[in-house]
């Protein structure tokens, strides 16, 4: 009787699913990096040029279509460049991760109440300053550090009491 073994054959994929899986996550996690890097270079030049209202109106979806197509352009361009890939492999990678990111830049942004802010305070810092706490939060809600077990609470959301030694 012939003996049949299918451990070590199902070990080996499990490694090789794993370690493209692994692969896998750290590219797509330095394509969204990267576009989310472009995004943010853009929206700070219109800010810096002193075009605050088109940012706070791109990120609110509230922008004309020739704005937004426009702001987008620039957005694909530069992330075209920062990848470094060409020809159609960089269309398709920019085609999918820049609507991602930017779609999840504005469901963070809606939801920490970021444009409220920046139309109260009207000023090139107080903006800059806020599009890089936008930028942090979206990097949060998009790569979040699964190894420590933080997580995002809301703003009202009651701490936990620490107990005095």
Avoid: C, Y
Avoid at 23 to 39: C, E, H, I, K, P
Avoid at 77 to 103: D, H, I, K, N
């Amino acid at each position: 009787m012939k003996k049949v073994s299918f451990l070590p054959p199902l070990l080996q994929a499990a490694r090789a699913t794993g370690l493209r899986a692994w692969q896998t996550g750290r590219l797509f996690q330095r394509a969204v990096r990267t576009a989310l890097d472009s995004v943010q270079d853009v929206l700070r030049a219109e800010v810096q040029k002193g075009n605050a209202q088109l940012v706070v109106d791109f990120l609110s979806n509230k922008a004309l279509p020739a704005a937004r197509a426009l702001l987008l352009e620039r957005m694909a361009t530069r992330l075209l460049v920062r990848l470094g890939l060409r020809g159609v492999l960089a269309s398709s990678v920019v085609g999918w991760v820049l609507p991602f990111v930017v779609e999840q830049l504005i469901k963070v942004g809606h939801r920490t109440g970021l444009f409220e802010k920046i139309r109260t305070n009207a000023t090139v810092t107080d903006t800059l300053r806020r599009l890089d706490e936008l930028k942090q939060a979206t990097w949060k809600a998009l790569a979040p550090d699964h190894g420590t077990g933080a997580e995002v609470l809301p703003d009202d959301t009651e701490l936990p009491r620490q107990l005095s030694a």
